[in-house]
């Protein structure tokens, strides 16, 4: 009886330690936790929770060696059969560059939990960056499935098939991730460029009023985009794809008045050529394709003066 109760005693130890690692995570002080979660494996070196949560803390200092070494520690005790410690594994080898062995954790822990959107969203982005694009669109869509808001997997499955070259497709899931606020801005400039490339083989292939309906679209979007992106980069983001959007935002919208301003000069109001090229010198007025192509629709228009000072500015850049 003796022996029990002092197991028993041991038992609730661990515990105790393990829950107390935890609140200090959270507080965060993870030094202190790691100490916790330590202590607890002396007590018990097959506490599994302790050696995950440990390889977590371990993860977010980057030292990805201890952590690798933690969680496959948890996985030999837990014979390989836990998706959350192999999903872990996943995030921790890809942090470490190791990208093939990151995909097979992850379709490890896929196996035993196919529901996961989290998961399938990791595993769909390792898949694309090795070039499998079809496996990829396929983690996209069970992971869609799982959780209908996970934003990520809409617009990394749009992007994935508008450089398939399927914009049809792509529109639908960019206009999925719209409804998806944490990538929203993200959404709205990629469905811009949809629009844009719409309005090109438009305008190639003569239909000028469908290609300024699809180049208005565009240029709404984007300039709904920017100051979502203003606000994600004032509120401090460290999400350096918010910042590479946000320096997307010029030359995309260039494009825009570009798109429009030759669609008139097609339909020969050149009237509205002409405004749509100073709202771009407006805008972009550092940009000297903007000034280019204002002193051309001047010229021909007749305005020769007009014509002169755009160049004169176009010079001065």
């Known amino acids: 009886l003796g022996l029990f109760l002092l197991i028993e ?17 959270r507080i965060p002080d993870l030094e202190g936790a790691a100490r916790h979660f330590e202590w607890a494996l002396a007590l018990n070196p097959k506490c599994t929770t302790c050696l995950k949560d440990w390889a977590e803390i371990l993860l977010t200092q980057k030292r990805f060696t201890e952590a690798e070494e933690k969680i496959r520690k948890a996985l030999e005790h837990l014979e390989e059969k ?57 983690m996209y869509a069970k992971a869609t499935n799982a959780d209908p808001t996970l934003g990520g997997a809409w617009l990394n499955w749009g992007t994935a098939l508008a450089e ?32 844009t490339q719409k309005a090109e083989l438009l305008a190639a292939g003569g239909n000028l009023d469908s290609a300024k309906d699809f180049a208005t679209r565009a240029g709404n ?39 429009m301003g030759s669609v008139f000069a097609g339909l020969k109001d050149f009237g509205s050529c002409e405004n749509e090229f100073r709202k771009a010198t407006e ?19 007749g305005k020769s003066s007009e014509a002169l000072e755009a160049r004169n500015r176009l010079n001065s850049l």
């Open 82 to 138: 836990d998706s959350d410690a192999l999903f872990s594994l996943g995030v921790i080898l890809s942090e470490a560059g190791k990208d093939e062995e990151s995909i097979e954790a992850y379709k490890k822990s896929a196996k035993l939990n196919a529901d996961d959107a989290q998961l399938c969203y990791n595993l769909g982005i390792k898949l694309g960056a090795r070039g499998d694009t079809k496996a990829e669109m396929s």
């Open 164 to 195: 398939s070259g399927n914009n049809d497709d792509a529109e639908v899931m960019f206009l999925k991730a719209m409804e998806c606020s944490e990538v929203k801005a993200k959404a709205m400039m990629n469905l811009g460029l949809v629009y």
């Open 221 to 259: 979007y984007i300039d709904d985009a920017k100051p979502l992106l203003d606000e994600l980069l004032a509120s401090g983001s460290s999400d350096e794809s918010d910042k590479q959007y946000a320096a997307h935002f010029a030359p995309f919208r260039l494009k825009c008045h570009k798109i």
């Open 9 to 25: 005693d041991k038992v609730e130890h661990v515990r105790r330690l393990k829950n107390r690692g935890s609140e200090l995570r």
């Open 283 to 301: 805008n972009f007025p550092d940009f000297k394709g903007a000034w280019q192509m204002l002193s051309r629709v001047l010229e021909i228009q």
